[in-house]
């Protein structure tokens, strides 16, 4: 498995951007698929998006398409996630996700990597 560590998190306004970026270590994140997802308390883990090895192949839940991006830079060995228009709905524990995969297609399950979390918290 390959371990990740997100960063980026904090407190803003809604309308605000930020930027959330997931460091991998262990393994090149190349020969992964990698998802970005979030939980609020008392609710299971929502799939946010997921970028394929090739970078070009991209998924979004409907609620962040046209605010949130997701890219990867392989030779970082790290994923981001640029949060533009943020909502309070938005707020949550963001988590990053690595799925070891031969395929370039997206998908939304089968992470088998997890980081431990941000924090990100959208006030009004």
């Known amino acids: 498995q390959v371990k990740l560590a997100e960063s980026g998190g904090g407190l803003v306004q809604t309308g605000d951007s930020l930027k959330l970026s997931c460091e991998a270590s262990?393994?090149?994140?190349?020969?992964?698929?990698m998802g970005w997802f979030r939980q609020v308390p008392g609710k299971g883990r929502e799939f946010v998006a997921v970028?394929?090895?090739?970078?070009?192949?991209?998924d979004y839940v409907d609620s962040v398409k046209g605010r949130f991006i997701i890219t990867r830079d392989n030779a970082k060995n790290t994923v981001y996630l640029q949060m533009n228009n943020l909502k309070p709905e938005d707020t949550a524990i963001y988590y990053c996700?690595?799925?070891?995969?031969?395929?370039?297609?997206?998908?939304?399950?089968?992470?088998?990597?997890w980081g431990q979390g941000t924090q990100v918290t959208v006030s009004s």
């Open positions: 996700a690595a799925k070891f995969t031969f395929s370039t297609q997206t998908t939304r399950t089968g992470f088998d990597s």
């Open positions: 262990g393994r090149p994140l190349s020969n992964h698929a």
């Open positions: 970028i394929g090895r090739h970078p070009g192949n991209t």
